[in-house]
Structure formats: C-alpha cells, structure tokens
C-alpha cells in the first residue's frame, strides 16, 4: 500500500502482526525523508540470527490517503540483508501496523484490492447476514482471535495471532501435551520465509478443520516453524499460532481497531483449494538482466516517412536490449521433484513451460509450481553464462 513519509512516497506491507512502523531499503531516499530526533535501538523479529540495530526517529509526518498522523515514531533498519522487495518482486520500504491502524476501522478487500481506512465515529456497519464477526483482543499492540482447530484427532481452540503480512494460511507453534503438532507422517521439512532476524525453517503440513464460528474448511495447509525461529514469539505464553494472507485472503474484512471486532465476509476466493508448492523452488527477484529483444517494426512509406495506413513499404528487422527483472533460485528442498532434476540455488530462470520469465511478474512464475500434481514444468535456467534445459513433474509434497 502507498505511504508517504515526510513528503516522500513509498510502498509499504500492511502488516497487522507489527505494532511499529518499520523502514528498509532505503538508501535512495535516506537524505529527502529528512528523519529526525534519531536514537539508536535493537529490533527482534522471526528468524535465529538474533537483534537487529535501527534508528528511532520522532516527529515523522506520516500519510495514508487522507489520513495523516503528524507525530509519528518510525524504525529505520539500514541492513542491505533486511529486503523483501525480491521475495515479493515488487518494491516495498516498509512494514507498517499498528501504530497507524488503531484509531481507524480499517477495511480490506482483496477481490478488489483496496484499503480503507473509516473514522470510528462516523461509520455505519452494513447489516449482512453472511457475516461474522468475532472478538478481538490485544498483546503489545497486536491484535488476536480465537478460532477451533482439529489435528491429531484432538479438538483445541486457539489464539491467534491476525498477520496479514505473511503469505501462508496458517502457522501453529507445536505443544504436544494438546496435540498440536505435524499430521502424522504427512509432512516434510521447508524453507517457511524470512523474518526480521533471518530466515524461518520448519515443518508443512496439514490440520484436518479450521473453525471461525460458522467459516469452516477442511484440510488446511498448516506451517510449524522451528522453535529457535519463533523465541521472540513465545514470549506471549497464551498464542498458539498466526492466521495469515493465505487463508484471509478468502474474506474480505472490516478491523474494528477502537471495538475490538472483526467482520468476516467470504469472498470469491472461499473456496479455493489449499495447495502448497510441488516444485521445491524458491525463487526471488536478484537485480537485473540484460535481455535481447526484438523491436517491433515501423509502418513508413519508401521515404522513410510515418505511414498511418499500416501498410508496410519498407522496414528493417532491429533488436534493442533492455534491462529485465532476474528471477533467481534461492531454496531448492531436499529431494524435492527440482533438485532431483538437476536444479541449482544460483540457476536464473529464463523459460519456463515455453514462456520467457522477462515478460512475466514472479507471482505469476511462482503460479506455476502450485498447478496440480502431475503437471510438467519445463525449464530454461541460465548457469555459468550456459542456459540449460531442465524438466520435471510436480509431486505429491507429502509422498
């Protein structure tokens, strides 16, 4: 979502499992941001590579739309490895959270792709009768529900933490003594994304139901990340996990800061399935390449002159290069269907399934490795200044 900081526009991740606004990836707009009243202060999030320094700066003017807060506290992380552009190939500066959200009702649509953020005192709640709403409540300025999980056979109702900046559908911490823990043998170890202080690892699998009162689904693909990764989350004895984008995504909601309320209201997504990614790649967005490209031809006449009828007189075939988005493997899983093939971490993807990686998004690429078990995927991957051919089927993750 946009935010200007101090004048300045950037992209920031709304993220309601952050009470305080955070900034990286920064250094070309260090000086105009104009930050002030700075102190130095330690940050601790997700991952086992402990604190991390930043800044505190006061004062800051902060804008989201019309809404402004004019005294806002802001953290500024200056680690280069603090960077979550190329994990979601878009650029991104900032987390952003609490600090900002907690005066507003705030709604998010993500059919429509749209945030909004209503005066407390002004709105009026729609009547809907495919609704739900539940109640919220509040640890270091982070907002939590209950919701009813069924895994190992044991029914347990669980607090969890509302995050929807991160991209999975469900996170539980695992605690034998209730049976919260990995589906029997359905599972396999992963890669599970980066957090503030590094990388998270753990286990993927599944839970048999996920209740939200009336909202309920059936196996739900579940992630539990390895304790060092998560010491900074344990620390609030009572959660037992996070509720994230994956599975949020299949409502569209209404945060009510101020009343402690969420409204859910099941969308198109509803009833998408659960997937998880048969290929065993990660892939993010490293920099940039130079790709060769034709350049359409110009409509002219025998003089060289614009010919506005399209007929073509007289043209000449060029090729121009131009500076593309380079999609790089960062994560191949052990005995995964891609490391089996011949996958590298370092491959630069160039094709994949005949389609060149310079004209697509890494959303859609990423896409791909979700289809259905079965599916070929077929690859150019460029090693060592070689581009080579690489083929293989997406798998059963849990065979």
Known sequence: MPVSVNGIELSFILDTGVSRPILFNILNFADSLHLKNLKTISLRGLGADGAVSSIKSEKNIVRIGKAINPNQDLYVVFDNSINFTPILGVPVHGIIGYDLLKDFIVEINYRRKFIKLHN????????????????????????????????????????????????????????DSIGIKPKGDKYFDDYLGRGLSGSVYGKRSKVSQLKLKSFMFQDVNAAFPDSSSISIAKTFKERNGSISGGLLRRFNLIVDYPSAKLTLKKNNNYNLPFEYNKSGIVLEQRGLRVVKELISPKFTDMYGRDNESGVLITTSVTYGYNLKPSFEVVVVRPNSAAEIAGIKVGDVVISINGKATQNLSLQVVNKMFYLKTGNTIRMIVQRNNKNLAIQFKLENVFK
């Open 120 to 175: 407390p005192q002004t709105y009026t709640y729609r009547p809907c009768r495919k609704c739900e709403s539940l109640n919220l409540s509040f640890n270091n300025n982070k907002p939590y529900l209950q919701a009813d999980i069924l895994t190992q056979n044991e029914q347990n109702s669980v607090k969890l933490l509302i995050d929807t900046g991160g991209s999975d559908d469900l996170w539980l911490f695992e605690n």
